[in-house]
């Protein structure tokens, strides 16, 4: 095996730029691939953090009625529970807001206990001014900032809330936050819970309670055991947002498939390129068969030329693919927001993809072998130096 990795390298020497155009053809689809992936990467997980932080880990509620009347005993029964941190009673329902501009949007109007939401940390994160509080004028409402970008209201501001329940309040714009998902900076405003109850007619009751996990993992089997145990109806993050998650893990597939034949392209690139590289040299490889070198080695010489180039573009690729990431990173590309739901596209490179990336090349290295191998094999020798 040793002196046909030093043939293979041999010939690659004897052709310096050819090789290296070779290598370059392999190591830029596997940049491409790498890149792609981290980028995918980080547009998940920044998807799946920005979820975790606007959406309960498990929402309880009440499918017959729309409303919980014993939700402290629920809540009580609910807060010991393993991995359980937190346990939040809620409002939420539609609505109209209004601007003394008469600019009008609707809203998702969600009424939340303001000292217990203000230990959140993706609360505290997504606030960008202000709080959340009943100003002793009346009620106060936290807007996402595309809210009042489109209603033309900033801080102190006067608004209208109106409900389907037919009741209308005039609120104080007290806070704004911006989570950096476009649709829910566009389409939620906050209240506090005594607000929100009075709103929506619900003095005694709530729509449900934001339950808190330590593991979000965790969450859809606690979402089936709350069902079963408290006859409620239950559900997870991930059952919330399952068509998000589907299309997210889809794309991820697809882009990967898409970008492997870039790098399939190249490997049939280098196998022409070999092959023909055997009908310059079918003297030199006669003259090895008619010393006693059998076929199916001189073939095999083929493949190592062929694994060799693969191996050096997939470690020249790996290393491009990392600092084109931490190139993007340290230049974040920026996207609209209403397009894309977020304001740019975040990289995280995971050490599985790029083995992922190198194990599939590699594994089309032999595409790059075969030709030119079957052709080594099929000389003639006698003939060919009769020939020449």
Known sequence: MGYLLFLAWAQLRVRPWQSLLLVLSVSVGVTILTTALSLTNGFEQDMVDRLLGTTPHVSLYNPLSGGLTNYNEVAARVVGRPHVTSVIPFIQGQGLVTSDAKSTTGVLVRGVDPAVQAKSPSWGKYLVSGHLEDPGGGPGIVLGTEVARKLGVGLGDTLKVITGAGKQRTATVTGLFESGLYEFDAHVAFMTLPTAQTVFGMPKSVTGLDVQVDDVFMAPQLARELSTELMLGARSWSDQNRPLLKAMFLERVVIFIVIMFIVLVAMI??????????????????LLRAIGVAAPLVGRLFVVQGTLISAVGVLLGSLGGVVLSLALAAFPIGLAGEVYFLSHLPVRMEGRDFLLVALATLLLSPVASV???LRAMRLDPIEVIRRT
């Open 269 to 286: 690139g280098v196998g022409s390129t070999m092959a023909m590289w055997v009908i310059e040299k079918n003297r030199e490889i006669s």
């Open 371 to 373: 030709l030119p191998a």
